[in-house]
């Protein structure tokens, strides 16, 4: 299984807008700006900073405009926003926003529930984005949510999310992210759709989204890379979850993937160290427990102090 993997992998960070989106209270604007600014000096390939949606839907994200025009946008990070409709995109062309995400769902109930639309209205803003974005060079990411199963439908079949990437590809769009929002992905099943996407479309940029919500965030990452996906999603902490997606709990852990796949001799270029210092301030930013292990654990190769208790019994030549 891990004889042919991909040797550099891409982290993207979104914990800024998956992570806040859903939390209990707002995160102020200078505290979103500082650590967006903390996180793109460590050497992240995307950092997903925030959402131009509804603030009536995502009441967390309101001052998206505000903390796109304060970030300081001076790393090699591409600053990402997520859009759902000709209205965010025209907030984000407003911005100078280098790449924008769309966000739709494989499955018509959960779109319906997240972007109060059809699949098809979905397309037709995409479509329409594609026309507006025309030759500004924004760069346009497509995401299939709810691509390894939805809370309300279940499983989608494979044929339905190829149709969907096809439909994205004849709007214009530039890249993929397959997105397994409430975390029902299972590791063969990823490595199938990994497999059967990288087939009919080598060429394209592809990134994993995964939840850890059953526990299987890792398992399923290892199943991407034997499929050859070298780009991942993942929150610092473990924080996240679709505010309309019910049971939805955090992404897989930024700090846990890049000490994986570091451990594992694959190259990230994303500083450890840094990643587990700001992931020990976003836990007072957030002012509760985070699921990353990591950062509770310290790196496996990090070793503690002997007991003085054993000391003794060396000193006393009883070993
Ligand atoms: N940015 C800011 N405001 C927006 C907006 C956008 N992209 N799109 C719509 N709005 C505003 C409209 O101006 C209108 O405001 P008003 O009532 O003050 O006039 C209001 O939202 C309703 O607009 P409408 O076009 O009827 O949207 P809707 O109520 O049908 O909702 C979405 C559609 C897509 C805007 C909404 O469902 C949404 O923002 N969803 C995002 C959900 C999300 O982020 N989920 C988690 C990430 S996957
Ligand atoms: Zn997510």
């Known amino acids: 299984m891990f004889?042919?993997?991909?040797?550099?992998?891409?982290?993207?960070?979104?914990?800024?807008?998956?992570?806040?989106?859903?939390?209990?209270?707002?995160?102020?604007?200078?505290?979103?700006?500082?650590?967006?600014?903390?996180?793109?000096?460590?050497?992240?390939?995307?950092?997903?900073?925030?959402?131009?949606?509804?603030?009536?839907?995502?009441?967390?994200?309101?001052?998206?405009?505000?903390?796109?025009?304060?970030i300081t946008r001076d790393t090699p990070t591409r600053?990402?926003?997520?859009?759902?409709?000709?209205?965010?995109?025209?907030?984000?062309?407003?911005?100078?926003?280098?790449?924008?995400?769309?966000?739709?769902?494989?499955?018509?109930s959960h779109n319906l529930a997240n972007m109060r639309m059809t699949c098809e209205q979905s397309l037709q803003q995409f479509g329409q984005i594609a026309d507006m974005t025309a030759g500004?060079?924004?760069?346009?990411?497509?995401?299939?949510?709810?691509?390894?199963g939805c809370p309300f439908e279940g499983q989608p079949t494979q044929e339905r999310i190829l149709g969907l990437v096809d439909a994205y590809l004849e709007r214009g769009l530039h890249s993929l992210t397959l997105a397994d929002t409430t975390g029902m992905a299972a590791p063969n099943q990823v490595q199938s759709l990994c497999q059967a996407v990288r087939a009919r479309w080598p060429e394209l940029e592809l990134t994993l989204h995964f939840h850890n919500t059953r526990g299987l965030g890792l398992a399923n990452v290892l199943a991407a890379l034997a499929a050859g996906v070298d780009q991942f999603d993942a929150s610092l902490g473990g924080l996240g979850g679709c505010p309309f997606a019910p049971g939805a709990t955090g992404n897989i852990c930024t700090e846990d993937l890049v000490h994986m796949l570091t451990e594992m001799g694959l190259q990230t270029g994303v500083d450890l160290d840094g990643l587990l210092l700001q992931s020990e301030r976003l836990a007072g930013i957030v002012n509760h427990d985070l699921?990353?292990?990591?950062?509770?654990?310290?790196?496996?190769?990090?070793?503690?102090?002997?007991?003085?208790?054993?000391?003794?019994?060396m000193q006393d030549g009883r070993t």
């Open 79 to 108: 600053y990402v926003a997520l859009v759902p409709n000709q209205q965010g995109c025209a907030r984000a062309l407003e911005l100078g926003v280098e790449e924008i995400n769309l966000v739709m769902s494989v499955s018509e």
């Open 136 to 148: 500004t060079g924004m760069r346009l990411n497509g995401s299939l949510a709810t691509s390894f």
């Open 3 to 70: 004889t042919e993997l991909p040797q550099r992998i891409r982290v993207n960070e979104v914990v800024t807008r998956d992570g806040f989106q859903s939390e209990p209270e707002f995160v102020p604007t200078t505290t979103k700006v500082e650590l967006i600014n903390a996180l793109a000096g460590l050497g992240l390939n995307k950092i997903e900073v925030t959402s131009f949606v509804s603030p009536r839907a995502v009441p967390n994200l309101r001052d998206a405009a505000e903390v796109f025009a304060a």
């Open 291 to 313: 699921p990353g292990q990591v950062r509770k654990a310290g790196p496996r190769r990090q070793t503690r102090p002997l007991p003085h208790s054993v000391k003794q019994l």
